[in-house]
């Protein structure tokens, strides 16, 4: 028999989790590069998303776009991998002082010690749909794209692994729209199972035809900006993000006060491929599980930024589940508007967009959204300054597969 809202509520608790140290966060999108230039961004309500110009037979619709990717291949020493998703992601590495803050934890553990867990759903797959349409007379690809570490679900991994001179764990997580906010659940259990010292997490996902044709096929694709939670929201924009996270346990400042990941919740409802379970059992779990690996109350949860891809049936359904859950006082908002839909990356950009909320006293509204869905009293469409101690991020996948993040600001 399906699980029921009031089995969910009755079953055992996962026990709460030490709370591990975020050295450092970053995320690159259509919005900018880093996060200074994702928060200014943020602060303007100004979109990223522009029309579609991608691809030989562009998809009618908007996109969020990352400039620059085209004209920056990667260093000589890191060219076997270059393709588009690894020039991304070569690209959100280089902001923030991320990759200093990396060879700090590789010096202070060891290389073998911090291991990088990656999410995305598609990888290098661009390269791939490149070499098929640039076949030869005799069916072979192009020499340039003869190149086997380009065409693998794990291309991005290994080209972190090598530009970061790490030699520890290294694990592609590729859950759809879930993938890169599981990553900090996997980094988590590596470093409490001893397997791990300190763990980058993070995700990158280019933009590509499978994709864009994908869900237009789908009748997902929205042919103007997208509107989260409005209620005549018509469809999703797609978009492309390289994000990353460096976690790991409070070795130097145990006192400090940067932040923190309390918790997190993972479910899988398989209701239905591309539908979200109807009482919305999937998501109710993960936030529930988030909250008691944390040992807090969903009261105390001052900003959820949603999963909220402005598809008709997933924001409903999430909505319903916020204003079941949380206080009327938590502010929720999706963050879409500004960067679309990043798919296998929307999870760890989200995430960082929830950091910077909680460094800066600021929950980010909902972009282009004028009448929201009826009867969730959390739904914010403005920009709110406010004191914000704890906040969650949703990501909800193809296949019910779902996670929430909880994060807290002070270590």
């Given amino acids: 028999m399906a699980e029921s809202v009031a089995d969910l509520h009755a079953r055992r608790a996962p026990s709460p989790i030490a709370r591990l140290c975020i050295s450092?966060?970053?995320?690159?999108?259509?919005?900018g590069r880093g996060n200074a230039a994702t928060l200014t961004a943020l602060r303007a309500r100004a979109s990223g998303l522009s029309r579609n110009d991608f691809g030989p037979q562009p998809v009618d619709t908007y996109i969020g776009r990352v400039e620059g990717i085209e004209d920056n291949p990667l260093p000589q020493h890191l060219k076997q991998w270059d393709c588009r998703n690894n020039r991304l992601a070569w690209l959100g590495l280089n902001q923030d002082g991320f990759m200093s803050t990396v060879d700090t934890a590789r010096q202070r553990h060891g290389p073998t010690r911090v291991a990088i867990v990656l999410g995305t759903s598609t990888s290098s797959i661009g390269a791939t749909e490149e070499a098929y349409r640039s076949l030869d007379n005799a069916g072979r690809f192009p020499q340039h794209l003869l190149n086997p570490l380009i065409h693998t679900p794990h291309s991005t991994g290994d080209f972190l692994r090598h530009a970061l001179s790490l030699d520890g764990i290294c694990v592609t997580v590729g859950t759809a729209c879930s993938s890169s906010a599981k990553v900090f659940a996997q980094g988590e259990r590596l470093i409490r199972s001893g397997l791990a010292d300190a763990v980058v997490v993070g995700g990158a996902d280019s933009l590509c035809g499978s994709v864009l044709f994908g869900f237009n096929?789908?009748?997902?694709?929205?042919?103007e900006q997208c509107r989260p939670f409005d209620v005549a929201r018509d469809g999703i924009n797609l978009g492309e993000?390289?994000?990353f996270a460096l976690i790991e346990r409070a070795l130097l400042e145990p006192n400090g006060t940067g932040p923190t990941l309390l918790g997190y919740g993972e479910s899988s409802d398989a209701f239905h491929m591309s539908s979200p379970h109807p009482q919305g059992l999937g998501a109710r779990s993960a936030i529930a599980d988030a909250l008691a690996r944390a040992g807090l109350s969903a009261d105390a949860v001052d900003y959820v930024n949603l999963h909220g891809t402005a598809s008709r049936k997933n924001d409903e359904?999430?909505?319903?589940?916020?204003?079941?859950?949380?206080?009327?006082?938590?502010?929720?908002?999706?963050?879409?508007?500004?960067?679309?839909h990043t798919l296998g990356a929307a999870g760890i950009l989200e995430a960082?967009?929830?950091?910077?909320?909680?460094?800066?006293?600021?929950?980010?509204?909902?972009l282009n959204t004028t009448r929201l869905e009826p009867d969730?009293?959390?739904?914010?469409?403005?920009?709110?300054?406010?004191?914000?101690?704890?906040?969650m991020s949703l990501s909800f996948a193809f296949g019910g597969s779902n996670c929430a993040l909880l994060f807290g600001r002070n270590a």
């Fill in 24 to 31: 450092a966060f970053t995320a690159t999108s259509a919005v």
């Fill in 217 to 223: 096929s789908l009748e997902l694709v929205s042919h």
């Fill in 241 to 243: 993000a390289a994000g």
């Fill in 317 to 340: 359904i999430e909505a319903q589940a916020i204003s079941d859950i949380f206080s009327r006082n938590t502010l929720a908002s999706s963050t879409k508007g500004w960067t679309g």
């Fill in 352 to 366: 960082v967009i929830t950091l910077l909320a909680l460094e800066h006293s600021f929950a980010p509204g909902t």
């Fill in 376 to 391: 969730c009293p959390q739904l914010r469409i403005e920009n709110t300054d406010a004191s914000l101690q704890t906040g």
